[in-house]
């Protein structure tokens, strides 16, 4: 089965910087892509970042210069560098895994960040 275990998350006040990582396993395939997505309380969740093969990625225009994505191929390992953290950003943040370039059904159980004010 494949797993997607995040690690990182945490309490950090407004300003302040965070690393996420996610490490799968379990992969039987070659990954296209992995990436993070965010959940707050009350709203859906919404892609924050993704990295395809080659170091191609995509951004949230809300986290954009804020954020940088990164992956380890590897260790099947993605990392989102987070900075100059806002309340904004607090939310659950999950792994995301895709197989293919419409198959992203792979997902880890969410880690929460919490930037105080």
């Known amino acids: 089965q494949v797993q997607l275990v995040e690690s990182g998350g945490g309490l950090v006040q407004a300003g302040g910087s965070l690393r996420l990582s996610c490490v799968a396993s379990?992969?039987?395939?070659?990954?296209?892509?992995m990436g993070w997505f965010r959940q707050a309380a009350g709203k859906q969740r919404e892609l924050v970042a993704r990295?395809?093969?080659?170091?191609?990625?995509v951004y949230a225009d809300s986290v954009k210069g804020r954020f940088t994505i990164s992956r380890d191929n590897a260790k099947n390992t993605v990392y989102l560098q987070m900075s100059s953290l806002k309340p904004e950003d607090t939310a659950v943040y999950y792994c995301?895994?895709?197989?293919?370039?419409?198959?992203?059904?792979?997902w880890g159980q969410g880690i929460q960040v919490t930037v105080s004010s």
């Open positions: 995301n895994l895709c197989s293919s370039t419409y198959n992203c059904d792979y």
């Open positions: 379990g992969t039987t395939f070659s990954i296209n892509a």
């Open positions: 990295i395809v093969s080659h170091s191609v990625t």
